[in-house]
């Protein structure tokens, strides 16, 4: 198996670094490149920040291996490989009556890399997180493969859920996959006039599937308007499918200057009517809507973009409307933000849900929106919530420990299982989390 040097960047395109990659299709070759040490393992790089980066270093990407081993259909329970895409999961199993327990804003995460990040998804509030649907893990440790569970090796499982590939390769994984209607989605969309509202209905919602897209540039008494999802799987009816489109160049810096990014949003949220209106999706237009705008991210253009996402407790509801605040005074946002409610917990020790609320902004990669980020992250941790590291691309080492108050049993079970810290990458070298900040 041969390494090639090229250049990466994460879907942000404000990181990037340059590595070795390798590519095995077989769990043969894998083994013969892990044979002479562990190396970071990288899927389809959908992390924003530089989660899956590794400069002057060495990866190997696992999306070759992305076979369906096994499935039981009287438990549900589905093997398979890291590197199987959770969208592909989706399409094979929902016209069969199952869907993945709790699926990101895209479909092509992997397996493998939604157990490292211990993904949520638009049903944690009351599904939780993804890995407290994962029954087994095998891992490729600096000791050799193991399999890891949440009752056999409870220590290793929680360092391993969330643990940002710390622990060791993932090789292949057992998950619950949930019972569904169908593969479409019916949807009630409603509009939200402003933040009260917003998190009112977001608190009353008792749906499967229920998402918040919200007017990140709306002031005064419309701060916090938006367009509330409720989604449930249906079967028999047949949407209309949208084609693929693809973003063909990088866009220009005026593309989403504040006065277009205010108009956009203004006729996004006047789309649904005021009564509101219900309407039928195919499932992947439904939980990944982006994914069908092929490079969407050449859209903010070749500097970039970063994304601010925290959760706080729901006690701090308060002090997230006045980060909102802050964000739409500033004219940096995107037309892409989005507010959930999320239920309790994660399944590991980094993972980043807890029960509040969560709000995801994207920002084109300007110096004005740096400096607001760094003070978003500043009040999330004041606020006892804490920041998601699928997203971040900004945060500093002394923000952590407040936020990620298990960060001392995971350094001790990651030390364990890669004592010579053959795994870090990029991230978790910025934000030292492999040792004291």
Same mark, same amino acid.
């Given at each position: 198996?041969?390494?090639?040097?090229?250049?990466?960047?994460?879907?942000?395109?404000?990181?990037?670094?340059?590595?070795?990659?390798?590519?095995?299709?077989?769990?043969?070759?894998?083994?013969?490149?892990?044979?002479?040490?562990?190396?970071?393992?990288?899927?389809?790089?959908?992390?924003?920040?530089?989660?899956?980066?590794?400069?002057?270093?060495?990866?190997?990407?696992?999306?070759?291996?992305?076979?369906?081993?096994?499935?039981?259909?009287?438990?549900?329970?589905?093997?398979?490989?890291?590197?199987?895409?959770?969208?592909?999961?989706?399409?094979?199993?929902?016209?069969?009556?199952?869907?993945?327990?709790?699926?990101?804003?895209?479909?092509?995460?992997?397996?493998?890399?939604?157990?490292?990040?211990?993904?949520?998804?638009?049903?944690?509030?009351?599904?939780?997180?993804?890995?407290?649907?994962?029954?087994?893990?095998?891992?490729?440790?600096?000791?050799?493969?193991?399999?890891?569970?949440?009752?056999?090796?409870?220590?290793?499982?929680?360092?391993?859920?969330?643990?940002?590939?710390?622990?060791?390769?993932?090789?292949?994984?057992?998950?619950?996959?949930?019972?569904?209607?169908?593969?479409?989605?019916?949807?009630?969309?409603?509009?939200?006039?402003?933040?009260?509202?917003?998190?009112?209905?977001?608190?009353?919602?008792?749906?499967?599937?229920?998402?918040?897209?919200?007017?990140?540039?709306?002031?005064?008494?419309?701060?916090?308007?938006?367009?509330?999802?409720?989604?449930?799987?249906?079967?028999?009816?047949?949407?209309?499918?949208?084609?693929?489109?693809?973003?063909?160049?990088?866009?220009?810096?005026?593309?989403?200057?504040?006065?277009?990014?205010?108009?956009?949003?203004?006729?996004?949220?006047?789309?649904?009517?005021?009564?509101?209106?219900?309407?039928?999706?195919?499932?992947?237009?439904?939980?990944?809507?982006?994914?069908?705008?092929?490079?969407?991210?050449?859209?903010?253009?070749?500097?970039?973009?970063?994304?601010?996402?925290?959760?706080?407790?729901?006690?701090?509801?308060?002090?997230?409307?006045?980060?909102?605040?802050?964000?739409?005074?500033?004219?940096?946002?995107?037309?892409?933000?989005?507010?959930?409610?999320?239920?309790?917990?994660?399944?590991?020790?980094?993972?980043?849900?807890?029960?509040?609320?969560?709000?995801?902004?994207?920002? &084109?990669?300007? /110096?004005? #929106?740096? $400096? +607001?980020?760094? =003070? %978003?992250?500043? !009040?999330?941790?004041?606020?006892?919530?804490?920041?998601?590291?699928?997203?971040?691309?900004?945060?500093?080492?002394?923000?952590?420990?407040?936020?990620?108050?298990?960060?001392?049993?995971?350094?001790?079970?990651?030390?364990?299982?890669? &004592?010579?810290? /053959?795994? #870090?990458? $990029? +991230?978790?070298? =910025? %934000?030292?989390? !492999?040792?004291?900040?």
């Amino acid at each position: 198996m041969r390494w090639k040097t090229a250049d990466f960047a994460g879907w942000g395109r404000a990181l990037s670094a340059r590595f070795d990659v390798a590519r095995p299709e077989r769990r043969r070759a894998l083994d013969a490149l892990l044979s002479e040490g562990l190396v970071p393992a990288m899927g389809m790089r959908r992390s924003y920040g530089d989660a899956a980066l590794n400069a002057g270093g060495r990866a190997v990407e696992m999306t070759r291996l992305d076979r369906m081993i096994g499935f039981d259909p009287a438990t549900g329970e589905l093997e398979a490989e890291a590197g199987v895409q959770i969208g592909q999961l989706a399409q094979v199993f929902a016209p069969k009556g199952w869907l993945p327990p709790v699926m990101p804003g895209t479909g092509f995460a992997t397996l493998g890399g939604c157990i490292a990040q211990d993904v949520h998804g638009k049903n944690h509030h009351h599904a939780g997180s993804f890995c407290q649907h994962v029954t087994s893990i095998r891992l490729r440790t600096a000791a050799g493969e193991v399999e890891v569970t949440p009752e056999g090796t409870p220590d290793l499982f929680r360092a391993t859920a969330g643990g940002l590939g710390q622990t060791g390769v993932i090789l292949s994984a057992r998950i619950r996959m949930m019972p569904c209607k169908g593969d479409v989605m019916i949807v009630t969309e409603r509009r939200i006039d402003d933040w009260d509202e917003h998190i009112a209905m977001l608190d009353a919602s008792r749906a499967t599937y229920t998402v918040g897209w919200i007017d990140a540039t709306a002031t005064g008494s419309g701060l916090g308007r938006g367009i509330l999802e409720e989604g449930e799987t249906g079967s028999g009816l047949v949407p209309r499918r949208v084609k693929f489109r693809k973003v063909p160049f990088d866009a220009p810096r005026f593309a989403l200057s504040a006065p277009v990014v205010r108009a956009f949003n203004q006729l996004y949220w006047r789309r649904v009517p005021e009564s509101g209106r219900t309407v039928v999706k195919p499932i992947g237009d439904f939980f990944f809507p982006l994914d069908k705008i092929h490079d969407w991210n050449r859209l903010y253009g070749k500097r970039g973009f970063h994304q601010f996402q925290c959760v706080v407790p729901l006690a701090a509801a308060g002090e997230l409307r006045a980060m909102l605040e802050s964000i739409a005074g500033s004219g940096l946002a995107s037309p892409l933000a989005v507010l959930k409610r999320m239920g309790p917990g994660g399944a590991g020790h980094l993972s980043f849900p807890m029960e509040g609320y969560t709000l995801a902004v994207d920002f &084109p990669n300007r /110096a004005g #929106a740096r $400096d +607001l980020i760094a =003070r %978003l992250i500043e !009040r999330a941790r004041g606020a006892g919530g804490r920041i998601y590291f699928a997203k971040d691309s900004l945060a500093r080492a002394d923000d952590i420990p407040a936020m990620y108050p298990e960060l001392a049993a995971w350094r001790a079970a990651s030390s364990d299982a890669d &004592p010579q810290g /053959a795994l #870090a990458t $990029d +991230l978790v070298r =910025r %934000l030292k989390l !492999r040792g004291a900040a």
